[in-house]
């Protein structure tokens, strides 16, 4: 409900009983001589019988022809106009000057045509959720007939006629009704009078609520399905008369209707088809039951223009600059339950099938994941089906990158709650300060860390995105342009999980770099080249001159292609020597033909994220006389180890030449 105050304005001839309706109406009886125009009279929501989609305040507006312009200075305020007659003179009246002064006045609100002093009627009420036999159907239809129909016909803004005593009270809580329900639950959205069809917009939600009440994924509504969809709609239960009373009319309908015939609308023993949660719905419209529509529509949060509610797609989160967002267990868990649900052939992957399934409740694929190339941004298994594990990889992506892409999709696929309770916000970044510089503090409440792989064209950065996902290696090189993401879990020592997301920034490397704001996202720079080309370190180098800043975050050095020789850098700084100056780890040296190598990047990236003060530049480590004694054992080991390395790689040689020169 968007409106908080409803103004109703009665008008019609002079003597056709206004004055007399709001009076019975508010005061509940009939008092026969009154003063002519009464003052505007609020009435609050607790008088209406079914508060819960009624405005705050009504405002009845009373008024008389005999001041026409104070009458079309409230008809311009109006919401919807209360129109009274009540014989042939005023009958005559209402399409000879009323509804085409209203049209003249340029007005665009509903009208309830209303014939009032009908004074032999006894008062009935019949207010049911569900169709019912109406059981006012029988009284007097000579109104409806003779006055109403060929009115209704020619005005479509008229919304309802109903007829009101105000002597005997008849009808006018349920007047009243319809006066707020053409603002709060209005018919032109859902149905085209006109031709007689529900309009698309309506269809295409109805549909989508259809799919997400359909829980087993067979295609058909069945009594538990609905008992579900009437709890959730109506929080109350429906009872097996009102049920097979649904059914029976349905089975009616496709027999004997010329429009519907051999259409299947309910299946006994399976349940209520999508044709047929339709067709109720129109049902439901051209009966004048609409309000069960909108309480379906509004459950799933449509607004009156039949799209979600934004702000239950994009609910307001607070996230503080350095914090980042991330699924909940929740969250999480929701995910796993959609995946498996759709996972309908079982084997641990989505098929296009089951992708085009799971997605259709939703407008497509999110933006970032058509334009990151999706499923091959994260994990799929051999048959190129994205696996549970990537499910919820790309998953966490979106999350880190774009939260309000997950709250939209998660309401999309159905979360019942607030789709804030599916996200956490991690705490904003601590900072410390060591010799002079400020370095971020060690992290325990993130499980999601971003990563930029940088490095000179052709070093192997693809590769090592594409190893990351579980990919064989490829000789072929083709070079990226567009960046790319690449997203997958990984387990540290004492089996915590992480998803790191690498990304290769392709042509706006500079510009990424350049801008502090996404460098704030970044949690380590993985500064890659490629130790087989000596012209490759040299580029790091001048990217460290060039964006100084980069040296206040976590950086991993990385020589790739170890298979290959190892080539001299041709450079005024070799890699170790520069990773020494800046207290940071040697370069590791990786091949994306070896897989262990492998991981041990990946673990250290995320290890240097946890503890960005052990690798970011320039922090020398605190304890200098342990440090000291530390490295040199380190450096003996490591010279041990270089030497032997370095016989058996001649022996090797010498042994490979000898065998190749017989
Ligand atoms: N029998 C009968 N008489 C009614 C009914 N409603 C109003 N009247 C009578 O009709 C007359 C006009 O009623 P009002 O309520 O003053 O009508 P109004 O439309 O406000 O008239 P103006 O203010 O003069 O434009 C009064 O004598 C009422 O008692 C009704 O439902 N049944
Ligand atoms: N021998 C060997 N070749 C590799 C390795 N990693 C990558 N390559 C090859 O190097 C070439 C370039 O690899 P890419 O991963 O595309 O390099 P890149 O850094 O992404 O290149 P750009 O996108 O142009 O910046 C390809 O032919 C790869 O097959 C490796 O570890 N060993
Ligand atoms: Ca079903
Ligand atoms: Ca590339």
Same mark, same amino acid.
């Given at each position: 409900?968007?409106?908080?105050?409803?103004?109703?304005?009665?008008?019609?001839?002079?003597?056709?009983?206004?004055?007399?309706?709001?009076?019975?109406?508010?005061?509940?009886?009939?008092?026969?001589?009154?003063?002519?125009?009464?003052?505007?009279?609020?009435?609050?929501?607790?008088?209406?019988?079914?508060?819960?989609?009624?405005?705050?305040?009504?405002?009845?507006?009373?008024?008389?022809?005999?001041?026409?312009? /104070?009458?079309?200075?409230?008809?311009?305020?109006?919401?919807?106009?209360?129109?009274?007659?009540?014989?042939?003179?005023?009958?005559?009246?209402?399409? %000879?000057?009323?509804?085409?002064?209203?049209?003249?006045?340029?007005?665009?609100?509903?009208?309830?045509?209303?014939?009032?002093?009908?004074?032999?009627?006894?008062?009935?009420?019949?207010? /049911?959720?569900?169709?019912?036999?109406?059981?006012?159907?029988?009284?007097?239809?000579?109104?409806?007939?003779?006055?109403?129909?060929?009115?209704?016909?020619?005005? !479509?803004?008229?919304?309802?006629?109903?007829?009101?005593?105000?002597?005997?009270?008849?009808?006018?809580?349920?007047?009243?009704?319809?006066?707020?329900?053409?603002?709060?639950?209005?018919?032109?959205?859902?149905?085209?009078?006109?031709?007689?069809?529900?309009?698309?917009?309506?269809?295409?939600?109805?549909?989508?609520?259809?799919?997400?009440?359909?829980?087993?994924?067979?295609?058909?509504?069945?009594?538990?399905?609905?008992?579900?969809?009437?709890?959730?709609?109506?929080?109350?239960?429906?009872?097996?008369?009102?049920?097979?009373?649904?059914?029976?009319?349905?089975?009616?309908?496709?027999?004997?209707?010329?429009?519907?015939?051999?259409? =299947?609308?309910?299946?006994?023993?399976?349940?209520?088809?999508?044709?047929?949660?339709?067709?109720?719905? !129109?049902?439901?419209?051209?009966?004048?039951?609409?309000?069960?529509?909108?309480?379906?529509?509004?459950?799933?949060?449509?607004?009156?223009?039949?799209?979600?509610?934004?702000?239950?797609?994009?609910?307001?989160?607070?996230?503080?600059?350095?914090?980042?967002?991330?699924?909940?267990?929740?969250?999480?868990?929701?995910?796993?339950?959609?995946?498996?649900?759709?996972?309908?052939?079982?084997?641990?992957?989505?098929?296009?099938?089951?992708?085009?399934?799971?997605?259709?409740?939703?407008?497509?694929?999110?933006?970032?994941?058509?334009?990151?190339?999706?499923?091959?941004?994260?994990?799929?298994?051999?048959?190129?089906?994205?696996?549970?594990?990537?499910?919820?990889?790309?998953?966490?992506?979106?999350?880190?990158?774009?939260?309000?892409?997950?709250?939209?999709?998660?309401?999309?696929?159905?979360?019942?709650?607030?789709?804030?309770?599916?996200?956490?916000?991690?705490?904003?970044? =601590?900072?410390?300060?060591?010799?002079?510089?400020?370095?971020?503090?060690?992290?325990?409440?993130? !499980?999601?860390?971003?990563?930029?792989?940088?490095?000179?064209?052709?070093?192997? =950065?693809?590769?090592?995105?594409?190893?990351? %996902?579980?990919?064989?290696?490829?000789?072929?090189?083709?070079?990226?342009?567009?960046?790319?993401?690449?997203?997958?879990?990984?387990?540290?020592?004492?089996?915590?999980?992480?998803?790191?997301?690498?990304?290769?920034?392709?042509?706006?490397?500079?510009?990424?770099?350049?801008?502090?704001?996404?460098?704030?996202?970044?949690?380590?720079?993985?500064?890659?080249?490629?130790?087989?080309?000596?012209?490759?370190?040299?580029?790091?180098?001048?990217?460290?001159?060039?964006?100084?800043?980069?040296?206040?975050?976590? %950086?991993?050095?990385? /020589?790739?292609?170890?298979?290959?020789? =190892?080539?001299?850098?041709?450079?005024?700084?070799?890699?170790?020597?520069?990773?020494?100056?800046?207290?940071?780890?040697?370069?590791?040296?990786?091949?994306?033909?070896?897989?262990?190598?492998?991981?041990?990047?990946?673990? !250290?990236?995320?290890?240097?994220?946890?503890?960005?003060?052990?690798?970011?530049?320039?922090?020398?480590?605190?304890?200098?006389?342990?440090?000291?004694?530390?490295?040199?054992?380190?450096?003996?080991?490591?010279?041990?180890?270089?030497?032997? /390395?370095?016989?058996?790689?001649?022996?090797?040689?010498?042994?490979?030449?000898?065998?190749?020169?017989?």
């Amino acid at each position: 409900m968007t409106k908080e105050t409803i103004r109703v304005v009665i008008c019609g001839d002079e003597g056709v009983g206004k004055s007399s309706l709001i009076v019975s109406l508010t005061k509940a009886e009939f008092i026969p001589t009154i003063q002519d125009v009464l003052p505007p009279i609020s009435i609050p929501r607790d008088f209406s019988s079914s508060p819960t989609y009624s405005p705050k305040n009504t405002v009845l507006i009373d008024t008389s022809d005999s001041d026409l312009i /104070a009458l079309d200075h409230e008809l311009k305020s109006a919401d919807v106009i209360w129109l009274v007659y009540c014989d042939h003179e005023s009958y005559d009246h209402v399409s %000879l000057f009323w509804l085409p002064h209203f049209r003249s006045l340029g007005l665009n609100i509903p009208v309830i045509l209303c014939k009032n002093k009908c004074d032999s009627i006894s008062n009935v009420n019949a207010n /049911a959720m569900v169709v019912s036999e109406n059981s006012d159907d029988d009284i007097d239809t000579k109104v409806e007939d003779e006055e109403f129909i060929p009115i209704l016909m020619e005005f !479509k803004e008229i919304d309802t006629c109903i007829k009101t005593s105000a002597k005997t009270q008849f009808d006018l809580n349920q007047a009243f009704y319809l006066c707020q329900r053409a603002i709060t639950h209005p018919i032109s959205p859902l149905f085209d009078a006109m031709v007689g069809e529900l309009k698309p917009l309506a269809v295409m939600a109805l549909k989508r609520i259809f799919l997400l009440s359909d829980l087993n994924q067979d295609s058909y509504l069945d009594d538990n399905e609905i008992l579900g969809l009437q709890k959730k709609c109506f929080n109350k239960s429906i009872d097996v008369n009102e049920l097979n009373f649904i059914k029976d009319l349905l089975l009616d309908i496709s027999k004997h209707d010329q429009e519907y015939i051999n259409r =299947k609308l309910y299946v006994p023993g399976k349940g209520i088809t999508k044709d047929g949660f339709l067709v109720l719905n !129109k049902i439901y419209a051209e009966r004048g039951r609409h309000e069960t529509t909108w309480a379906i529509l509004r459950t799933f949060h449509y607004t009156d223009s039949l799209c979600i509610n934004d702000k239950i797609l994009h609910p307001r989160l607070v996230v503080p600059d350095t914090s980042s967002v991330e699924l909940s267990p929740k969250g999480y868990r929701f995910l796993v339950d959609i995946f498996l649900k759709f996972d309908i052939d079982n084997d641990g992957g989505l098929n296009n099938q089951e992708l085009h399934r799971l997605f259709k409740c939703t407008p497509g694929l999110p933006k970032l994941w058509t334009s990151t190339n999706f499923p091959f941004s994260t994990v799929v298994n051999n048959k190129g089906c994205i696996t549970l594990q990537g499910w919820l990889a790309q998953w966490s992506m979106t999350t880190f990158l774009n939260y309000s892409t997950t709250t939209a999709y998660l309401v999309y696929f159905g979360f019942q709650e607030d789709a804030r309770l599916a996200l956490q916000v991690t705490k904003p970044r =601590k900072m410390r300060r060591r010799s002079g510089k400020l370095y971020r503090s060690n992290i325990n409440d993130r !499980k999601v860390f971003n990563c930029f792989v940088i490095g000179k064209p052709c070093c192997g =950065k693809s590769s090592l995105l594409e190893a990351f %996902l579980g990919r064989s290696f490829s000789e072929e090189y083709s070079p990226t342009i567009k960046p790319r993401i690449a997203v997958n879990s990984l387990e540290l020592k004492g089996g915590k999980q992480y998803y790191l997301i690498l990304q290769e920034l392709g042509e706006q490397e500079y510009a990424i770099l350049e801008n502090k704001d996404k460098l704030k996202e970044c949690d380590v720079i993985c500064l890659t080249y490629d130790s087989s080309d000596p012209e490759s370190f040299s580029y790091l180098v001048s990217l460290l001159d060039k964006f100084t800043h980069l040296q206040d975050l976590p %950086l991993v050095f990385v /020589a790739s292609k170890a298979d290959l020789d =190892k080539q001299q850098q041709r450079c005024q700084i070799q890699p170790d020597e520069l990773a020494d100056e800046l207290f940071v780890n040697h370069p590791l040296h990786i091949s994306s033909r070896w897989l262990s190598s492998l991981n041990e990047l990946f673990i !250290k990236i995320t290890e240097a994220a946890l503890d960005p003060g052990k690798n970011t530049p320039g922090l020398p480590e605190e304890t200098a006389a342990k440090d000291v004694d530390y490295r040199q054992t380190a450096l003996i080991f490591g010279s041990t180890v270089g030497f032997v /390395a370095l016989c058996s790689f001649t022996l090797m040689k010498l042994f490979k030449s000898s065998k190749f020169s017989k």
